[in-house]
């Protein structure tokens, strides 16, 4: 079996807001601020999965 290397991007943002911060540091300082009503819950993690296009290839060959 192959192994195929993909990059990946991990994001976070406020739920309610759209706010999108800078890093995973930021979030909770968001959440620990007293100054906003941020709960952990509000705080949404999205990652990307970078496939490589050569990688797609690989996907489309079925084996019987």
Do not use: G
Request: contains cysteine; aromatic residues 4%.
């Amino acid at each position: 079996m192959k192994t195929i290397h993909c990059d990946s991007e991990t994001t976070y943002r406020n739920k309610k807001t759209n706010v999108l911060y800078k890093s995973k540091e930021d979030a909770q300082h968001d959440v620990e601020n007293p100054n906003t009503d941020t709960k952990q819950e509000d705080i949404a993690v999205d990652t990307k999965i970078i496939v490589p296009p050569e990688a797609l290839s690989l996907l489309s060959d079925t084996q019987e």
